[in-house]
């Protein structure tokens, strides 16, 4: 519960609240959780994720041509009928499925999460449930995610698929969303009809059918979109269901940004850490029986965008993913390829950097868990079996003073060198006398070995 509300107000009403709040979401997730059993190799598959800690989010589709990021058909109000000759470009020859899943492990990533279909509909797959897929439409006519799914399984890397439940382009997706309606409002041409049930039992359910039998083994679904509507029934026990029945170990992870519901196995949360909800749409409410992902972006968008250049440093990209196992979750980190099918030069450069610092502080991140001590600004922890890792970012005092963690100290070392730290203990905590930041340092760690007295 550590994390839960931390950024409410400390007015004592407000704390009331929190209190009453957070147990009636707790006790709907525990009922949620508790009608749906998950099975043996579900469970082992959340603990996998886990312990994996950092992935490749990848969004790319027919929307890169136009190098404006995903959202370009809404942004613009284009028409059906003029988006519909945006397939006609995309024709990925420098496509290289091998060159993407070598790059994402050079990077320190142990999975792959790629859009399946963004809010445009368009199938980036071989998809029989309709044309309006890459295969019919485009000079490329390939299945880049079966070159992928095949790669990823040679180079033993997990791979999901991102898959959006709002459709710009499918009539059936019927009443509109809060995307054609309020955000808008943009009618592209669509009738002012369509068959909802139609859309989620036979398009969407036929789609996922298609991810989860014709791909070999998958890490899951990342679904996205539900927000559109949050009111409308979805149907996700039917789809859940049948992703669970398909795959038993394919994990179901939804952007819907509200608390997990019955069916959903992580829990995840949007350019923001759990429970912070710097983004302004993500939920305050952080499970404690899920895992947890936070996803974010390399530079400041998720599709391709020659317009920006805001590419965050390694050192940013560092301090997030630690953030995030302090944090207790995984980071997806998000790049969008050029409609060519290469990945730029400056996401390749900094996702390498980041593969090279993890070669070397990998031990504290992977297989860890959120650590004793509350995050904080100067830094967080995180655990593995009896040992506790501080990563210190900002603390330029010689000594750190950590709140009492349950165990006996005893010993402390650098992680970087094996060299011997001087701390003491009492009921208070412990104080740890910090090494000196060498120079360009992101992260000073030191592990503590704990013993299993008190
Ligand atoms: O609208 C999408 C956006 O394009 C992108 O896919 C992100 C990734 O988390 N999710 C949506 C916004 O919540």
Same mark, same amino acid.
């Given at each position: ?10 007015g ?5 609240l ?7 979401l ?11 059993? $998950?099975?043996a ?5 959340r ?48 496509f ?38 890459i ?9 880049p ?24 382009h499918?009539?059936d997706?019927? #009443? ?9 409002p ?11 049930n ?11 059918q ?32 049948l ?10 992870? $939804?952007?819907?940004?509200?608390? #997990? ?7 995840t ?9 710097t ?5 305050n409410?952080v ?26 440093? $390694?050192?940013?990209?560092?301090e ?11 980071l997806l ?6 409609p060519?099918?290469?990945?730029q ?26 650590g ?18 501080v990563?210190?970012?900002?603390w330029?005092?010689p000594?750190l ?7 006996h ?5 650098v992680?970087?060198d ?14 740890l006398?910090? $090494? ?19």
């Open positions: 519960m550590r994390n839960v509300w931390r950024r409410l107000s400390t004592r009403c407000a704390l009331a929190a209190v009453m709040t957070c147990s009636v707790a006790a709907s997730e525990a009922i949620a959780q508790t009608t749906y059993q $998950p099975t190799e579900n469970l082992k598959a603990q996998e994720f886990q312990d994996e800690k950092f992935g490749l989010f990848i969004h790319w589709g027919v929307y890169s041509v136009l190098g404006d990021g995903e959202w370009v058909f809404h942004n613009r109000k284009l028409t059906l009928d003029e988006y519909n000759r945006l397939p006609l470009f995309f024709d990925p020859e420098k290289d499925a091998k060159a993407w899943v070598g790059l994402a492990k050079a990077a320190g990533m142990k999975y792959i999460t790629i859009t399946s279909r963004h809010h445009d509909g368009f199938a980036m797959f071989d998809s029989k449930v309709s044309d309006w897929n295969v019919k439409r485009t000079p490329y006519g390939k299945d995610l079966k070159m992928l799914a095949d790669e990823c399984h040679r180079q033993g890397i997990k791979l999901f698929f991102y898959y959006s439940q709002l459709d710009w499918n009539p997706y019927y #009443p509109r969303g809060h995307t054609a309606v309020d955000r808008g943009w009618n592209n041409g669509r009738p002012d009809r369509g068959d909802w139609n859309y989620l039992d036979n398009y969407m359910d036929g789609q996922l298609e991810l989860l039998t014709n791909y070999g083994p998958i890490g899951g679904i990342w679904f996205d979109g539900m927000w559109d509507k949050p009111d409308a029934d979805w149907h996700l026990a039917k789809t859940y269901a992703i669970h029945q398909l795959q038993p170990a394919a994990l179901i992870i $939804p952007n819907h940004h509200q608390p #997990p519901k019955p069916g959903e196995d992580v829990q949360f949007e350019r923001d850490l759990p429970g912070q909800n983004a302004g749409f993500n939920t409410y499970s404690d029986r899920l895992p947890l992902e936070s996803c974010n972006t390399l530079n400041g968008s998720w599709g391709f965008n020659i317009g920006d250049s805001k590419y965050k440093s $390694p050192a940013e990209l560092e997030m993913l630690v953030r995030a196992a302090g944090n207790n979750s995984n980190l998000n790049i969008g390829p050029q060519n099918g290469e990945i030069q400056e996401f390749a450069t900094r996702l390498l950097a980041v593969g090279d610092w993890l070669s070397r502080y990998g031990d504290s991140i992977y297989g860890t868990r959120g004793p001590v509350q995050p904080a600004e100067w830094g967080v922890t995180t655990q593995k079996g009896g040992k506790v890792y990563h210190v970012f900002t330029n005092a000594l003073a950590l709140p009492p963690l349950g165990s100290v005893k010993e402390a070392h992680l970087l094996g060299s011997a730290v001087e701390f003491t203990q009492n009921p208070n905590g412990v104080v006398k910090i $090494p000196p930041s060498k120079k360009d340092e992101v992260d000073r760690v030191v592990v503590l070995t704990l013993s299993s007295e008190n």
